[in-house]
């Protein structure tokens, strides 16, 4: 079924072709219009997650024009180190980093400095028992913590969590493909996000102040994600869609890297982070 829609998705992006078609009036091109509307078989399945990826497809271009094709990176963009992890303990780095290999999705704007954050036994396992049950996943119901000090602009806490198949399948069960999630203000430009918490975890309100290591809500599986995890990330506004993400260097972050330790900086896939103390 997954496969299915994933090549739906790819017949939409051949349905820009026709959209060029149109613009130039050429009959033949306009045709792959027509792969455009087949793709729209997604606006039955979740009619607002599918807006959702229009959004995301527009931002795109918004994003890059912003920014006069140079987007934010470590080049030209100096992090102020106020954050700290999401959470207590010792988590993974699942996805995000600061450069193309280790990002969490480099070709996406809006998402290219973010993270995806679990825990995992000695075996590098995130679960025991059966995982096809939330609880059953180290991370599911872990506090999360503000980041940072600031004000919450958004906090959503009506979505359910969405099933775990265990075999990587993402069925996205809220009408937003954050799920239940919280955005905090830091500064004009400084905007964090913290998305698939768990339901009725949050506990704070759009227009607190939070201030930083203040545990704000539950980790969950709301969303479209594949198991319970935080995604976390800092843009330059609050809109999701059509704002950069900014690279994000830590304070006082524990990372084991043959077993060598730092208290600051930048974090990627693969290491086993924590909050110093
Ligand atoms: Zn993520």
Redesign the pocket.
């Known amino acids: 079924m997954r496969t299915f829609f994933n090549i739906l998705g790819i017949i939409k992006w051949l349905g820009l072709i026709g959209i060029i078609g149109f613009i130039t009036d050429n009959k033949p091109l306009s045709l792959f219009f027509l792969f455009f509307l087949l793709g729209f078989v997604d606006i039955f399945r979740n009619p607002a997650v599918f807006l959702q990826s229009l959004y995301m497809l527009l931002g795109m271009p918004w994003i890059h024009f912003k920014h006069r094709f140079n987007l934010p990176s470590i080049d030209n963009y100096t992090p102020q180190t106020d954050f700290i992890l999401p959470f207590s303990g010792e988590w993974l780095v699942?996805?995000?980093g600061i450069d193309k290999q280790t990002s969490?999705?480099w070709g996406i704007p809006n998402?290219r400095y973010?993270?995806?954050f679990f825990i995992v036994d000695a075996e590098g396992k995130s679960f025991s028992g059966d995982n096809k049950v939330v609880e059953n996943y180290y991370c599911y119901g872990k506090d999360v913590l503000a980041p940072a000090d600031g004000e919450v602009v958004s906090a959503v806490n009506k979505h359910p969590d969405s099933n775990v198949y265990g075999n990587g399948t993402a069925e996205c069960k809220a009408h937003d493909i954050r799920g239940n999630h919280i955005i905090i203000r830091h500064s004009k430009k400084k905007y964090s996000l913290i998305?698939?918490l768990k339901p009725g975890s949050i506990t704070v309100k759009k227009g607190q102040r939070v201030t930083q290591g203040q545990v704000i809500a539950n980790c969950g599986n709301s969303g479209n994600?594949t198991e319970p995890?935080i995604?976390?990330?800092v843009s330059e506004s609050k809109n999701f869609f059509a704002s950069a993400s900014l690279p994000i260097k830590f304070k006082n972050v524990i990372v084991k890297e043959n077993s060598k330790t730092r208290t600051e900086g930048y974090i990627s896939r693969g290491q086993l982070v924590q909050n110093g103390g």
């Open positions: 699942v996805n995000g969490h999705s998402q973010a993270y995806d998305a698939h994600t995890h995604h976390f990330q």
